[in-house]
């Protein structure tokens, strides 16, 4: 029976790549479907040429210069190993492109929020016995001869926290348009929660393994949050839309994933970070 | 710049100077306007992604393995800004207007369907052919643009955007199918 080649398999073929190159080729030639196919493909693909890019100047460069140099934010200081998911799927908040106010209006909220929150956990450190459980705390008092938990954050566990702050960086701004979606249509938002989906799942495994329990509850909060937006129809009613913000409401999951997202920063700039900071590591405990 | 300045700016650059930083602007800014454009397939989204995409690399800079490649780093940074700004885009856009293919290509007025004469014009093909890349997704559209435009194997976009192997490659077959689609009528009408 003769093995016909899938429109995948003739796409790479197209690109020069895939395995068994000499195999499609000889196929081809013999083949009029797949002949047929290839054609169709190569034809369409051919249509598509470069587009021709708009001319910039020798001095583009520094025009380019002129417009960031009053932008240029506080430089992270991290100096951790570099993952391929950090930096390239990080967000920084898009606060150069104009056609999104209400991101800026939204990391306002978030700073405002995040230092209302370290203030008041400050408050509640100096007057009172701690009212929060942090991540230390929950992991000593739970293995406490654990010698793992006392050097857990090797530079493998880094690694996941840095790439999880991304993780949850991107994951917020899923959030954000949820919460200030028009009702409607929300199949892009679903399209970006899937995307995030899988990753979730990893990190939240990774961040159990890692003994990163309060990240691992965050994770699952959100997975389960980002599940319920992709599965809901697209065309979404206001009633049900209202009631996927409600749960997110009433989950502070916003609140959780910028602070923890935050959290996760502070620890990778610490001095010390071999070791969950307990000050910052919180578990909220809402 | 040769590569020993080249390795000594960058350097500076990470130790915060400014001066240094610039420098790495004014050298890449054209290739990163270049990768933008063809990434969003409009003049202003690339300039906003050329800034965002600077901004990112400067704050990012600690970061980066002065081992690696500069140029490779930033390639990576720019190409993830522009699938976010995209998607952002979309996340906007898709409120008032259909996102599935065929709905897409309903859009195009009736009296936009070009004759056989205007349809040879290759104006008339490069209109379609936005407009169906405009259709993609950004992740689509962003691995359809490393591998068509750009030449990057499957290896290379999966790194480059920061997807499993087999989702970079499923990312460049959705879009060839969905081109394929779109762009039918213009290959009937040639044969």
């Known amino acids: ?286 | 710049m040769d590569a020993t300045e080249a390795a000594a700016v960058l350097a500076r650059a990470r130790q915060g100077d400014s001066d240094a930083f610039r420098a790495l602007v004014e050298q890449h800014s054209r290739s990163v306007f270049r990768l933008a454009y063809r990434m969003t397939g409009n003049e202003q989204d690339a300039e906003d992604v050329v800034q965002e995409s600077f901004l990112r690399a400067y704050r990012q800079l600690g970061r980066f393995e002065s081992r690696a490649n500069f140029g490779t780093w930033l390639y990576r940074i720019v190409s993830n800004c522009s699938v976010d700004l995209m998607r952002s885009k979309q996340a906007r856009h898709d409120q008032v207007r259909g996102d599935s293919l065929d709905e897409g290509a309903q859009e195009l007025p009736a009296a936009d369907v070009p004759g056989p004469e205007r349809m040879a014009q290759s104006a008339e093909i490069d209109r379609r052919v936005r407009h169906a890349l405009q259709e993609l997704s950004p992740l689509e559209r962003a691995a359809f643009t490393l591998r068509h435009y750009e030449g990057r194997s499957i290896d290379e976009i999966s790194a480059t955007l920061g997807l499993g192997t087999s989702a970079a490659k499923h990312s460049v077959f959705r879009a060839v199918k969905k081109l394929r689609i779109a762009l039918a009528p213009l290959r009937s009408q040639e044969s």
Request: with cysteine.
């Open chain 1, 1 to 286: 029976m003769t093995h016909h080649f899938s429109e995948d398999e003739l796409t790479l073929y197209y690109y020069g790549e895939g395995r068994r190159r000499h195999d499609v080729e000889r196929h081809l030639e013999s083949c009029a479907a797949c002949s047929t196919t290839y054609r169709e493909i190569a034809g369409t693909l051919a249509m598509i040429a470069a587009p021709e890019v708009p001319e910039r100047g020798d001095q583009y460069g520094l025009e380019v210069w002129q417009r960031i140099r009053h932008k240029l934010p506080e430089r992270e200081s991290g100096l951790s190993k570099f993952s391929r998911f950090w930096g390239f799927s990080g967000f920084s908040g898009f606060s150069g492109f104009s056609e999104f106010p209400r991101f800026g209006v939204a990391a306002a909220t978030a700073l405002l929020m995040i230092a209302a929150f370290i203030g008041g956990r400050v408050w509640q450190q100096r007057s009172a016995a701690p009212a929060v459980t942090t991540a230390t705390n929950l992991e000593n008092r739970e293995h406490p001869a654990n010698p793992a938990n006392l050097g857990s954050a090797n530079s493998a566990n880094q690694i996941l926290l840095t790439s999880v702050a991304d993780h949850l960086d991107q994951s917020e701004r899923v959030l954000t348009d949820i919460m200030n979606a028009p009702r409607g249509d929300i199949s892009a938002e679903q399209r970006w929660a899937n995307d995030l989906l899988d990753a979730s799942r990893l990190y939240r495994q990774d961040a159990v393994d890692a003994g990163e329990r309060s990240v691992a509850a965050i994770l699952d909060d959100l997975e389960r949050s980002l599940i319920e937006i992709v599965n809901s129809p697209s065309k979404i009613s206001a009633a049900d839309l209202e009631q996927i913000r409600r749960r997110i409401d009433a989950a502070s999951l916003l609140f959780k994933v910028r602070v923890m997202s935050d959290e996760l920063r502070k620890r990778e700039d610490a001095p010390d970070r071999s070791t969950p900071r307990s000050s910052t590591s919180t578990r909220v405990t809402s």
